[in-house]
């Protein structure tokens, strides 16, 4: 079974999918790195011996190559006049709705990775407590700018 944003939504840069990968393999290479040397110095002379790095090794690799691209498909988002639409998850799916009335302030935000694949996020800031905070990553800044600059002539227009 194959579940995915809805078809009305827009995707994220396929960049998206490789900054994913990258900040997967940066997670897992210490822990890696940690698993050999445990394994070296307790576990080798045992029957347990190989076990851990195994271990680590296969959830890496589930974590770097598989997962990225089930985030991928399943994160998109929908503009219109009145508001952004953000739709994520594979296990846990969430559909948030932000109404521009709410919203009290837009950042965009680039990371190192990101700068390295020209990607950024959208951080909108709104009114509240619960999800107060709705961040939409994997855009191109150009992209991101556009969005923020379309909220926010959308709030000045509603504020004249």
Do not use: C
């Not at 347990?48 to 680590?56: I, K, N, Q, T």
């Amino acid at each position: 079974m194959t579940v995915a944003v809805p078809s009305d939504l827009r995707p994220v840069e396929v960049a998206y999918k490789t900054s994913l990968r990258v900040r997967a393999l940066l997670f897992w290479l210490p822990l890696l790195i940690g698993s050999f040397i445990t394994d070296r110095l307790l576990l080798a002379e045992t029957g347990w011996g190989g076990l851990a790095p195994s271990l680590v090794v296969l959830f890496a690799f589930a974590g770097a190559v598989y997962a990225p691209g089930r985030v991928y498909r399943r994160l998109g988002y929908a503009l219109d006049d009145r508001l952004l639409r953000v739709v994520r998850g594979w296990m846990f799916h969430t559909d948030t709705v932000v109404p521009f009335v709410k919203v009290q302030h837009i950042d965009v935000t680039r990371g190192p990775i990101d700068k390295l694949f020209d990607l950024a996020s959208l951080v909108v800031h709104t009114a509240g407590t619960h999800n107060s905070v709705v961040t939409l990553p994997g855009l191109s800044p150009e992209t991101a700018t556009s969005i923020r600059d379309a909220i926010r002539a959308e709030i000045r227009a509603d504020a004249e």
